[in-house]
């Protein structure tokens, strides 16, 4: 299971010009949105890093998920014991949907 991993996907991306549309339901949190297209609001690890672990679990012999990248490990202890409603009481209000 993949968590956040920083890439250069943003800076290739040209997302520079994300804009939501005008009927969009996400529009009242428009600006967090952005940040996420332009890779600015993310808590991933280094691609080199979240390659190293992966690799150095399978070579290891790992069976089943291999959990790796920014917030797997926590998600992986905890998300079966939460219901979604859990989840998203627990984002910052600027980065929940008031829809």
Not at 32 to 61: F, S, W
Request: glycine fraction near 12%.
């Amino acid at each position: 299971m993949t968590g956040a991993v920083n890439t250069k996907f943003y800076a290739n991306a040209g997302s520079d010009q994300f804009q939501l549309p005008s009927t969009s339901r996400y529009l009242p949190m428009e600006e967090t949105v952005r940040k996420y297209a332009n890779g600015e609001d993310h808590i991933g690890v280094p691609a080199r890093q979240y390659a190293d672990k992966v690799v150095g679990d399978i070579l290891g012999g790992a069976k089943g998920k291999v959990w790796s990248g920014g917030l797997a490990g926590i998600v992986r202890y905890v998300a079966p014991f939460m219901p979604g409603w859990l989840y998203v009481s627990m984002l910052p209000m600027e980065r929940r949907c008031q829809c």
